[in-house]
């Protein structure tokens, strides 16, 4: 989601150098005579704050983008799955529908075979003249005779026209049925291209915007630095002016050693006129300066430990992303096979919808032997 390789460096590479640049203009101060002050670095402290504030800024705003495309994925997601919920309950509807409408019992073929109101229904084998009933024993009718077989032959001609467009018309459906299933399995293809692009976008969005703003961050902080180091040249050489001036003008060149000496406090100097020190005073300068040397090196291994440490958070951070960055593959890797599961086990239900109309429904069907037979006995 993020650039970390190469940024990472070079945020890294502008925080040593700006601490390094804070350190020399500390040091400056500290050792700078003329504009030294003891007691608390105030310009530090609050340098330090402004360091801590932006850096506060800087983490909360990530977060806050993460946190974004978290929501925006979960939306998302949450899209996905009602729509995929919404199709198959109107795919369940839709079947419910047909079986209901074409696929009802009293339609069915067989159904006069096992009819249990079929003894109700029928009529008598044989009606006289004036529609009176005759039982056996008055000879009326007898075995294998048919009156009516004009009749019946042509019913059976309606009843076999009737079967065969009905067998059509079912065939018709199932075609319709297996193109309208095609069809919303690409419109379900298209919907989850269409969101993994948007999703896409979004992430390559958020990164612009997050790269301009660190870009902002970055050219305040310069221009703030440039603005700093423009003023301290200036403070200096106004420094330096005062005094090339301060020196040719005072006894600070003379040989007088008493020109060094306070007027007021004979134990001090005056440091712009003193000449020299003394053996003891040069011993004592060098222990300091060998105390100073052991707290500078301490000071740069805690450096070096602090840096060690945001290295570590670093590669931490960016492990994390990239284990974040796994995961959603695995989502999408598992909502991919779930997709492909459920249109593997309809693809299997509509073959075996298709399978049990061939092998059981189909199985009858009429041959040229019958229809010569059939026309043979109409004649």
């Known amino acids: ?152 032959l042509r019913m059976q001609q309606r009843q076999f026209r009737y079967d065969l467009e009905r067998q059509q018309q079912e065939q018709q459906q199932a075609k319709v049925d297996e193109n309208y299933a095609d069809a919303l399995s690409d419109q379900l293809r298209l919907a989850m291209d269409a969101q993994a692009t948007h999703l896409a976008r979004l992430e390559e969005s958020c990164r612009v915007a997050m790269m301009c703003a660190m870009a902002n961050a970055n050219k305040a902080q310069a221009a703030a630095q440039s603005g700093r180091q423009r003023c301290e040249r200036q403070r200096e050489q106004k420094a330096n002016l005062a005094e090339i001036k301060n020196q040719s003008t005072s006894d600070l060149l003379t ?17 712009y006129c003193w000449k020299g020190m003394t053996p003891e005073q040069r011993a004592a300068i060098r222990k300091e300066q060998e105390v100073q040397r052991f707290e500078k090196e301490a000071q740069c291994q805690a450096e070096k430990a602090l840096d060690t440490e945001w290295k570590s958070q670093t590669m931490s951070s960016a492990q994390a992303m990239l284990e974040l960055e796994e995961q959603e593959r695995e989502l999408c890797a598992q909502f991919q096979r779930g997709l492909g599961s459920f249109n593997q086990q309809l693809a299997q239900e509509q073959k075996a919808q298709q399978d049990y109309l061939n092998s059981v429904i189909y199985t009858n069907q009429p041959t040229a032997q019958y229809h010569q037979q059939f026309n043979t006995s109409s004649r």
């Open 1 to 152: 989601m993020y650039s970390i390789n190469q940024s990472t460096d070079a945020r890294e590479a502008a925080a040593i150098e700006a601490k390094r640049n804070r350190e020399k203009e500390r040091q400056n101060r500290f050792f700078n005579v003329r504009h030294r002050v003891m007691g608390v670095d105030v310009q530090a402290l609050n340098n330090q704050v402004a360091e801590r504030k932006r850096r506060e800024a800087a983490e909360k705003s990530k977060e806050a983008a993460y946190g974004t495309s978290q929501v925006q994925y979960d939306v998302v997601v949450q899209m996905l799955e009602k729509e995929e919920a919404e199709r198959t309950r109107r795919l369940a509807k839709k079947v419910q529908d047909f079986r209901e409408q074409k696929q009802q019992l009293k339609n069915g073929r067989e159904f006069s075979l096992w009819d249990p109101d079929q003894v109700w229904k029928g009529l008598p084998t044989y009606l006289s003249y004036n529609n009176t009933y005759h039982g056996p024993s008055g000879l009326q009718y007898f075995s294998g005779e048919d009156l009516d077989r004009v009749t019946h």
């Open 255 to 271: 040989e007088n050693p008493q020109v060094a000496q306070h007027r007021t406090a004979p134990h001090r100097v005056l440091p």
